[in-house]
């Protein structure tokens, strides 16, 4: 599901919630970013058609300060072309201290970062946006903790980024729930497993201890007591005893 939400309503939303939601949501964001901007210029490394000596100096001589957004419609920024924007992109220059307040597209005049380099850090900034949408989305509208229910139920170790998030009482993103659906199958599977074990287990156990016996029949007994002559039973008894006689006798 894609979650979207433009600059003024991210900032109603998050104006509303506790100061330590969004102190967590705002700095996740930011250090979300300064980690996308530089895992985006290390795998530049392997694309980038200059030298390794210079990419690795502008790798080394920038870093991600922050991205603001305008709102749809309003461009209240400028790049440092002068160039009005809705989106500013500032880095920093570590070498000079000296900050740029760019737009996308004059980001590899300004910094030297190659502009495939610099494609790939804006599509990592937006998936980052959208998490953050996910989770307003969710706070606005609700969300399925099924899962996570299920997790406790479980006793499975719950990773800590979503324990964070269970901390301040914010939703979880997507990602973390099929995370805990995947902890939640292999702990199903272990269950299953265990038990077909145990089944096998006493099945071969069984096979091994149990002597199979043979059903022995009772032998007919003899009567303790003479019928009277007069009952049913001392017709059948001198019956069968004339048969067995005729049988010998054959």
Not at 216 to 221: D, F, G, V
Not at 228 to 237: A, G, M, N, Q, T
Request: proline share 3%; with cysteine.
């Amino acid at each position: 599901m894609e979650y979207y939400f433009d600059s003024q309503q991210r900032k109603t939303i998050l104006k509303h919630l506790a100061e330590n939601q969004r102190k967590y949501l705002l700095e996740t964001l930011k250090r979300g970013k300064r980690t996308v901007f530089s895992n985006e210029l290390l795998k530049g490394k392997g694309t980038y058609s200059g030298s390794d000596q210079e990419l690795e100096r502008e790798i080394q001589q920038w870093e991600f300060i922050d991205l603001l957004d305008g709102g749809q419609g309003n461009r209240p920024y400028r790049c440092e072309c002068g160039m009005s924007l809705r989106y500013q992109y500032i880095v920093k220059n570590l070498e000079t201290g000296e900050l740029k307040k760019l737009g996308k597209n004059h980001f590899e005049f300004h910094t030297g970062i190659p502009s495939s380099i610099v494609k790939d850090i804006i599509k990592g900034f937006e998936r980052i946006d959208c998490e953050l949408d996910e989770i307003l989305y969710k706070i606005e509208y609700g969300w399925d903790d099924s899962s996570l229910i299920k997790a406790k139920e479980y006793k499975i170790d719950i990773p800590e980024d979503i324990q964070e998030h269970l901390h301040l009482k914010l939703p979880l993103l997507d990602k973390q729930l099929h995370r805990l659906d995947r902890l939640i199958r292999e702990k199903e599977l272990e269950h299953l497993k265990k038990l077909r074990d145990n089944k096998g287990k006493n099945k071969s156990s069984m096979d091994r201890t149990t002597p199979i016996f043979e059903v022995k029949r009772a032998k007919p007994k003899k009567l303790s007591f003479k019928p009277k002559i007069s009952s049913p039973l001392y017709h059948s008894f001198i019956r069968n005893k004339r048969n067995h006689q005729r049988t010998r006798n054959m």
